[in-house]
């Protein structure tokens, strides 16, 4: 059979004319001899997907133990505030979703980094005298976590690192990771309220570093950090010339007993991304609503980071456009009423389990002053029978039917973490499960039998 001839008016040097020989019939081509062996189907996930792990799902999938099938479970584990119906977000928010659906206006699609009046309302809503905000410096996200990602990938290359709390929110590695950025961990102190170990933080720093992860108010650990504090991460960043990524999704879910603090009021020196929505202040998670606010005074961002961010944006074409409709009325019609009672009951629910656990002969609860989480310390040396914190909320699950999530989960072994937006009765009769299944394994550790005795 005569070769296909394709002619080429190519002016470079590639060759005028490229034979390609085409076997209709089925016999070996040039191209097939040039392979030098028969076509195979060879599909392989990407790198990219390789390197993608969640260590949530990976410890929780590897606990094949199944619950006392005599008592009703009580999930402590799951950060999602809606799952028991006890908290629902306020009727003006739900009215501002069916008043958007109902409009008609917001069924195509949108800017991809959100409509301008959306945005303009995030930014009205955040701006104060020292962190001024204009509709351009917010970029609207389908939730907290494609703000933290997209933060990520404007900031860092593949080979260099970034800092993040230990313990802290699994997340992070798992974005980080999966684009070939290396995690350092630095660690947040539970003897001082969970504040950062300063001197360990900047010792981590090298010419490699892009962005320090700061995590405030904190998942897992529910502590929110002082102004003091604060100024002192800053000033770390400012030395190090270290751009900050603020994760503040918990911002204003803070106790009667503290103060949030955004980080960009404090500092005009220190560029910073702050992520932000509606999931858990507003109670909608699902609602996939998020925000990057940049804060950039003194021009370190440029128009680079922003254009970055926006082109990154491109890739999913924004967030769900009846969210962003209902945005406006979201903002301005939610109560405060709503905002005081949702805190009421965490800090009750927080003082109740806290209160219950610090009790417990073996237990060492951090008390929390924010977000949804308390951080519980197992004495390990009292209960010989368990390997570590997995092994301890494995068998807690299997005999009292209370899941918890290790800590191990969040990089800090021998803790477990609480979500305490269970409803009360739910937390009374958990607390008082984990302190049966303390009392029945608790171990008088060496040489302190007379304070056992007591």
């Known amino acids: ?116 009046s959306s945005r303009e309302e995030v930014a009205s809503y955040y701006h104060c005298p020292e962190a001024p905000l204009e509709a351009k410096d917010v970029i ?21 690192n970034i800092l993040v709390p230990r313990p802290g929110f699994s997340l992070y590695r798992t974005l980080a990771e999966s684009m070939g950025i290396e995690v350092k961990l630095y660690n947040l102190l539970p003897e001082k309220s969970w504040g950062i170990d300063l001197k360990q933080l900047e010792s981590l720093i090298d010419e490699k570093t892009a962005c320090l992860v700061v995590n405030n108010p904190s998942n897992p650990c529910g502590s929110v950090f002082s102004r003091s504090h604060l100024r002192k991460i800053l000033a770390v960043a400012a030395r190090q010339c270290v751009p900050i990524l603020a994760d503040e999704i918990y911002g204003d879910m803070v106790f009667s007993n503290s103060k949030f603090e955004p980080l960009a009021t404090l500092s005009s020196n220190v560029p910073i991304l702050s992520c932000g929505g509606l999931a858990k202040r507003w109670l909608v998670p699902g609602w996939r609503l998020g925000w990057i606010l940049i804060h950039d005074r003194r021009d370190i961002f440029g128009n680079e980071i922003r254009d970055g961010l926006v082109k990154l944006s491109q890739r999913i074409l924004g967030p769900c456009t009846l969210v962003q409709g209902a945005l406006k009325s979201i903002l301005r019609r939610t109560p405060q009423e709503f905002y005081h009672n949702t805190l009421s009951f965490l800090k009750s629910n927080a003082d109740l389990c806290y209160g219950a656990l610090a009790a417990i002969p073996g237990l060492r609860p951090i008390r929390p002053s924010g977000a949804m989480y308390l951080m519980v310390g197992i004495e390990m040396e009292h209960f010989p029978e368990f390997e570590n914190d997995v092994a301890f909320t494995e068998q807690l699950f299997a005999e009292q039917s209370v899941q918890c999530l290790p800590a191990t989960c969040f990089e800090y072994p021998n803790f477990f973490r609480v979500v305490i937006t269970v409803p009360e009765v739910m937390m009374l009769e958990a607390c008082s499960r984990i302190q049966e299944f303390c009392e029945q394994h608790y171990h008088c550790a060496e040489g302190s039998q007379e304070e056992c005795d007591k």
């Open 1 to 116: 059979m005569d070769p296909y001839v394709i002619q080429m008016h190519s002016k470079g040097n590639l060759p005028s004319v490229l034979d390609v020989h085409v076997n209709v019939a089925g016999k070996s081509s040039m191209l097939g001899k040039m392979k030098g062996k028969k076509a195979r189907w060879s599909v392989r996930p990407s790198e990219m997907s390789n390197k993608t792990f969640n260590p949530i799902r990976a410890i929780v999938d590897s606990m094949k133990v199944q619950p006392n099938p005599n008592k009703t479970t009580i999930a402590l584990s799951i950060g999602d505030p809606t799952v028991f119906g006890n908290l629902p977000t306020d009727p003006e928010v739900t009215q501002a979703m069916k008043d958007a659906l109902d409009s008609g206006k917001y069924n195509g699609y949108a800017p991809s980094v959100g409509y301008l």
């Open 140 to 160: 609207l996200t389908s939730g907290c976590s494609q703000a933290i990602a997209l933060c990520l990938a404007v900031l860092v290359n593949p080979g260099q």
